[in-house]
């Protein structure tokens, strides 16, 4: 019997077919984005949070931003052409991804949503969900936002 590949066996292989030199990191679980970074020994802003946005039913789009930052709706909605824009339930998320929360990346996606971007993340090594809880993904950020073909532009505000 063959089992099913994990995330992170869809994340490394969407990588590769990519030509996206990643590194998968094991981690203990993280109370905290905050206690994630330390553990990894990074800034809070080197991790990309990776979240899953509703446009209407049946349709999404990713954000990327970094973790000293959060999404700007207003900025988001415009960069985006919609009038209304939502997280949605967390099975609902899995649905539209494959992953679950705290999972979440485009890379190896059940679809490849549209991806937006912080520019943030331009520039910097960054790490962010590798599909499987206990695991951190780290690659080049410019390289991460090429292969995606992520819409960069302001979509954040400061964390408040």
Known sequence: MESSPTGRDRVLAAADRLGLDVEVIDRPAAASLAEAAAMLG??????????????????????????DAQISWPKLRAAAG???LMLPPAEEAFEATGYARGTITPLGSTVAWPVFAAPGIRGRRVSMGAGEHGASLFVDGDALLAV?????????????
């Open 82 to 84: 919609a009038n209304k």
């Open 42 to 67: 990074i800034t809070a802003a080197d991790i990309v949070k990776s979240l899953v946005v509703r446009r209407r039913a049946g349709e999404y789009l990713f954000v990327l931003v970094p973790g």
């Open 148 to 160: 995606l073909d992520a819409t960069v532009t302001d979509i954040t505000d400061p964390l408040s």
